[in-house]
């Protein structure tokens, strides 16, 4: 009676059900036992569509033996494709509690499709009862929550759509209207929701161009706030930063929805893992791949996504969507992130020397120019600008040694103690005026070397790509 084998069964018209049916291997030979014969019935019934019939016919094998999984499966099964889902997940979980152990995850996953079968009737239900109340809105998230728990019934996505029209919400329907385009199986829906995606096409454009700009507006405004706190060393999420943050995920979300422009998505995770709310950024990350094509080279090279490089989640996501290759590329950046080691361009600012080496030992860091590449500061030659310092976290403090540029400087040195910021820009200086140079004091053999140091620039390093 143990010969029972699920993966028997899959009617021609019910594919969406092979998810949870399993590589069950088949039965050597049909079985005259009564019971195995009852349960084969079952499943010949099934594969008609003949529901009722194979529902009798499952609870003629529970009657004859009550002990095996395989009639409460088959009944479940029945019950499941006549709409009848508190009965059928009763008969499911009397499958599971009777499984063997190869065969539990096939039925757990029935109970699941049974879940998602009674969420949709519950919202659909829902939806059908504020739509005749008049609630338009209400009635488009009920039949839109449906619709996600079962996609494939494509026309309750499309009647949702429709009433997000009536509303005016066309970033709502559009993200509706796009799945069902791409994923439907009946071809009337996808060719109705190309229709109406093209029809909206002016309109979904305005309201998108208009949310990027003030996307970035607020994007702007919660960047200069939260460098300002970063770089001071306190806490930047006072409640105006929250709030600039949330209102510009949120309109950056509904550039995205209207264009499907990758950056947005990008710059939307951005904020979030900065806000340390990893999952909402994986996920945001997540819609980029799956609706726009979001590379994974787009992705690590935003600095404030590239801080999830040691999350676990982070790395799933990316092995699952981009494959091992990026999961790689992951590694290297959280490398980046911990040690400092390597060589750095000192390429903004007013001291745009050239190559800069970083050596991190531990908690101890030294810089040292490599090269210079400025010829209005010949005197900057290989070791003519050193930092020593230990670092805490993304903050380096120590000293910063100068040697002399020009006139009696050049065997001077001066030593200014300096903070540097491992920032999403690079390597900054932030605790000095940061042009320091040492410039002859005086005329003649008289004259001495002074620090001399201008407040109005800025400069930092840059990793070099590979090295």
Avoid at 78 to 101: C, F, G, I, N, T
Avoid at 108 to 130: H, N, P, Q, S, V
Avoid at 334 to 347: F, I, K, N, P
Wanted: aromatic share 10%; charged share 25%; glycine share 8%.
């Amino acid at each position: 009676m143990q010969m029972f084998s699920i993966a028997r069964f899959c009617p021609v018209f019910a594919c969406a059900l092979l998810f949870f049916i399993g590589q069950i291997p088949h039965s050597a030979a049909v079985e005259t036992d009564p019971y195995e014969a009852a349960v084969q019935k079952s499943e010949n019934l099934m594969k008609r569509g003949e529901f009722v019939e194979a529902l009798s016919a499952a609870q003629e094998a529970i009657r004859l033996d009550e002990k095996p999984f395989a009639g409460h499966y088959q009944a479940a099964l029945a019950l499941y494709y006549q709409e009848s889902v508190d009965r059928a997940e009763r008969s499911a979980r009397a499958a599971l509690a009777r499984a063997p152990a190869d065969q539990r995850a096939v039925v757990e996953r029935l109970i699941e499709a049974i879940g998602k079968k009674r969420i949709y009737w519950e919202r659909t239900r829902a939806g059908d009862d504020a739509l005749a109340r008049g609630y338009i809105t209400k009635a488009a998230a009920e039949y839109t929550e449906a619709w996600r728990a079962m996609p494939s019934r494509a026309e309750i996505g499309l009647k949702a759509a429709k009433l997000w029209e009536q509303r005016q919400e066309f970033t709502e329907g559009a993200k509706i209207l796009r799945e069902l385009a791409k994923q439907t199986q009946d071809p009337a829906v996808a060719q109705e929701a190309r229709h109406m995606l093209n029809a909206w096409k002016d309109t979904l454009s305005k309201l998108g161009w208009e949310k990027w700009k003030e996307g970035y507006e607020l994007y702007g405004r919660w960047d200069e706030a939260d460098r300002y706190y970063f770089h001071q060393g306190r806490d930047s999420e006072t409640a105006e930063s929250v709030d600039l943050a949330r209102r510009a995920v949120s309109a950056l979300m509904l550039a995205f929805d209207a264009l499907q422009h990758q950056d947005y998505a990008v710059s939307a995770a951005a904020i979030l893992a900065w806000e340390k709310k990893d999952a909402d950024a994986i996920a945001l990350l997540g819609r980029g791949a799956r609706e726009a094509g979001l590379r994974v080279e787009q992705i690590l090279k935003e600095p404030r996504v590239r801080r999830l490089a040691g999350n676990e989640q982070f790395v799933a996501f990316l092995e699952a969507t981009y494959g091992a290759s990026a999961v790689t590329a992951s590694a290297a950046v959280r490398r980046e992130l911990t040690d400092l080691s390597g060589l750095w361009d000192l390429s903004a600012g007013p001291f745009p020397f050239g190559p800069m080496r970083i050596v991190q030992q531990g908690a101890d860091v030294t810089i040292t120019i490599e090269r210079n590449d400025n010829a209005h500061y010949p005197g900057a030659k290989a070791g003519s600008l050193q930092f020593e310092g230990v670092r805490q976290g993304q903050r380096l403090t120590g000293s910063l040694i100068l040697y002399g540029a020009k006139g009696n400087c050049p065997k001077e040195t001066a030593k200014v103690a300096v903070e540097l910021l491992l920032s999403d820009d690079g390597l900054e200086i932030i605790s000095i005026p940061p042009r320091h140079y040492l410039v002859s004091k005086g005329q003649g053999g008289g004259s001495t070397c002074e620090g001399k140091a201008e407040d109005h620039d800025s400069y930092y390093w840059t990793r070099t790509t590979g090295r």
